[in-house]
């Protein structure tokens, strides 16, 4: 059974904490995403990871195990969840269907994460993983922006998909919750 796994971002405390927001395993484009793979029968979850405002590798670690990771799986990470996707995947030697990082982050000066990014990218994840798709909007910062080439530097055989003017992939920046572009990468 085809199976996709979306992993969330991270925010500030105040947003973690606020009720004003949804929580990030709920906010954004995720949602929708998940329905319309539901709809073409990709079994979906998307997982709220413990702490987002502070990430803790170890305990984002034992979240996602949970989930059951397999040659059928789909992996779909925005942002921080992206770069999780990528250490997780160069610590294990598990083969999975589809990699898809969205807006991928690395926290390259090592300002909010750095424990959490205390890994070296594993090249052998592209033997491992039967397609690997980097999304990225030119107008996003400058982390962002480094981490895709970092990241691209180290697997580049990963398919890149360019976009303009959807800043870091989140509604404020897009004005929808609706990413059909994602969806058709993921289904292809």
């Given at each position: 059974m085809k199976k996709a796994i979306i992993i969330h971002g991270t925010?500030?405390?105040?947003?973690?904490?606020?009720?004003?927001?949804?929580?990030?395993?709920?906010s954004h484009w995720l949602p929708w995403l998940q329905k319309q793979l539901l709809i073409n029968h990709v079994f979906t979850q998307?997982?709220?990871?413990?702490?987002?405002?502070?990430?803790?590798?170890?305990?984002w670690k034992d979240e996602f195990e949970k989930l059951g990771i397999d040659e059928e799986t789909i992996l779909i990470g925005h942002s921080c969840g992206g770069g999780f996707l990528i250490r997780w995947l160069s610590e294990n030697n598990v083969k999975i269907k589809k990699l898809v990082l969205v807006a991928p982050w690395l926290d390259p000066e090592a300002k909010k994460a750095k424990d959490f990014f205390n890994f070296e990218i594993n090249k052998n994840i592209q033997d491992r993983v039967n397609d690997i798709h980097i999304l990225f909007?030119?107008?996003?910062?400058?982390?962002?922006?480094?981490?895709?080439?970092?990241?691209?530097?180290?697997?580049?055989?990963?398919?890149?998909?360019?976009?303009?003017?959807?800043?870091?992939?989140?509604?404020r920046d897009m004005k929808t919750d609706k990413f059909p572009e994602l969806l058709n990468i993921i289904l292809s």
């Open positions: 925010c500030g405390q105040v947003e973690y904490f606020s009720d004003k927001y949804p929580s990030l395993s709920n998307t997982p709220e990871m413990p702490d987002a405002y502070s990430p803790d590798y170890k305990k909007s030119t107008d996003d910062n400058k982390d962002i922006l480094a981490s895709v080439k970092t990241i691209n530097d180290k697997i580049p055989n990963s398919i890149m998909h360019e976009f303009s003017n959807f800043g870091h992939f989140i509604y």
